[in-house]
């Protein structure tokens, strides 16, 4: 069976025209990440991205585009599909939750080396190449 998720890089431009970009952290699992999550049966990838950020971060946010996908086999064995969002993301105070303790808005110089996981610096990679985040990054 085949199980299907998603990541979302979301980002603000800041007073001087800065790009950041959110990234969360979840103590339960030790990491820093993007907002991530799973499809609820119905819903398409752009609808549980938007979902899944209001979820976890309390963010309203836009899809600005679809980044791209991978797939892979997953740690209990099973085929999982990951779709990539960019969202631009409106500014709220973050409140501590179930999902995530702490999330934090980085400039694009100190992302990655934020980043736990291998397969979100690849889509921050993939972001950095993106026309909307090279024209407000310069």
Request: aromatic content about 10%; some cysteine.
């Amino acid at each position: 069976m085949t199980s299907f998720g998603l990541r979302v890089a979301s980002l603000r431009t800041v007073l001087g025209g800065r790009v950041e970009v959110a990234c969360i952290y979840r103590e339960s699992r030790g990491d820093w990440t993007f907002p991530k999550g799973k499809l609820d049966p119905g819903e398409t990838f752009e609808q549980a991205a938007i979902r899944e950020v209001l979820e976890e971060t309390g963010m309203k946010c836009e899809v600005i585009r679809f980044i791209g996908s991978t797939n892979y086999i997953h740690r209990k064995g099973k085929s999982k599909i990951v779709a990539y969002y960019l969202m631009a993301a409106e500014e709220v105070e973050f409140i501590p939750n179930d999902e995530v303790d702490e999330l934090v808005w980085l400039e694009l110089d100190d992302v990655r080396e934020h980043l736990t996981w291998d397969r979100d610096k690849e889509l921050f990679d993939l972001l950095l190449e993106l026309p909307e985040v090279k024209a407000q990054a310069s």
